[in-house]
């Protein structure tokens, strides 16, 4: 068995832990490139959205280096993810690929058919084996996510440019390599250390701008063209809406956690929008743009694929919250297709229309 995973940002670190730490063989596709988009747009329905296409490319790009089982998340309707799978594999087929697949069943099908669908790549591995491999996949995934978050907040204040990225490139192969959580401990203060050395004090009153939408966009800065490098560099610290290791708490981990309040809060914020389960992440965007406001912050950049229909339904409502609450949301839509140039227009208009919000506010409260 050679196993492969999408790539889906770095977050292919922790699964390839996970199953080699399993004794699988497991063949990580190369780095998402235009090759790779190429590839998916070619062999992927028309209308597929962008994520079933890069994925694809993933896969045929692994596929090509010797991969026969692929691994990929199940789903339920109305989004279309649960449908990617069987897309996958009958492409896959069609192309001379012996291709079988292991289907990592939702949440909502209940934790049996979880294991069910994964059953294949665990079969005769001791539960203490499950649990030092799910221990140091899991420690390396809350790292990973460690320094996303981190650079969220501190890319405006980058005393060279670029360095943080530079740093997270060497922080990730470090992780890739490391075999146990207290390396992994090691390499996040390593991590944390550098990062105080790279930039400056943060500014006062800083432009801060939530990203919410589709988890596949919020995660792969391929398929959302670096969307948060470019708002550092446009001075803008950014509250992500989903990192992975949040929603494997919210939605895997039993027992409560801060994450699943947070998931009963985010769905009544929602309420007077959006009431109804869409599909995907689509009430969760609508959600989180208000918990955006009511946090304080400047603005809220909404991401999906094109064609995506839980981010379509989100994208419909979200002009009414913007003006109930008089607060900036703006909806990008990525595929193929996307040009970089219209996306940097239109953030620097986008931060552009918060800076005069902010300066005509100023001007309200010194005349009063």
């Known amino acids: 068995m050679n196993l492969t995973v999408p790539h889906m940002g770095s977050y292919w670190i922790a699964s390839k832990t996970l199953f080699e730490n399993l004794g699988v063989n ?9 090759r790779t988009i190429e590839l998916g747009v070619k062999y992927a329905p028309e209308f597929a959205c962008f994520p079933l296409k890069i994925t694809l490319g993933n896969f045929i790009e692994a596929a090509e280096q010797g991969a026969d089982t692929f691994l990929i998340p199940g789903g339920i309707g ?3 993810f649960g449908f990617y799978g069987p897309v996958h594999k009958e492409i896959l087929n069609d192309l001379g690929y012996q291709a079988e697949l292991v289907i990592g069943e939702p949440p909502s099908a209940g934790f049996i058919n979880l294991i069910k669908g994964i059953s294949p790549l665990i079969k005769n591995i001791s539960l203490k084996m499950l649990s030092e491999a799910g221990k140091l996949s899991w420690t390396k995934l809350l790292a990973i996510d460690h320094v996303s978050k981190s650079l969220n907040e501190w890319r405006p204040y980058e005393k060279e440019k670029h ?10 192969t470090k992780l890739n390599k490391a075999n146990s959580p207290e390396e992994v401990d090691k390499i996040k203060e390593n991590f944390n250390s550098e990062l105080s050395r790279l930039v400056t004090e943060k500014s006062i009153n800083p432009i801060r701008v939530a990203i919410v939408g589709e988890i596949f966009l919020n995660l792969d800065e391929t398929a959302n063209q670096k969307i948060e490098q470019k708002l550092g560099l446009l001075g803008v610290e950014i509250e992500r809406s989903i990192y992975l290791s949040d929603w494997i708490q919210e939605n895997l981990l039993p027992g409560k956690n801060h994450q699943k309040e947070k998931k009963h809060e985010i769905k009544k914020l929602a309420k007077p929008y959006l009431n109804d389960f869409v599909g995907g992440h689509g009430r969760e965007s609508v959600g ?12 809220v950049i909404h991401v999906s694929p094109f064609t995506c229909m839980p981010e379509i339904t989100a994208q419909g409502v979200l002009p009414k919250a913007s003006n109930d609450l008089n607060f900036p949301i703006m909806s990008l839509s990525f595929d193929e297709q996307t040009g970089e140039a219209g996306v940097n227009t239109r953030l620097e208009a986008f931060i552009d229309l918060i ?14």
Do not use: Y
Not at 355 to 368: A, G, N
């Open 26 to 34: 497991v063949i990580i596709p190369p780095k998402t490139t235009k």
């Open 78 to 80: 109305p989004c279309r």
């Open 163 to 172: 360095s943080l990225e530079n740093l997270k490139t060497t922080t990730f």
């Open 288 to 299: 989180e743009a208000v918990l955006a406001h009511l946090e304080g912050l400047d603005g």
């Open 355 to 368: 800076l005069k919000k902010r300066h005509s506010q100023s001007e309200h409260c010194r005349i009063s």
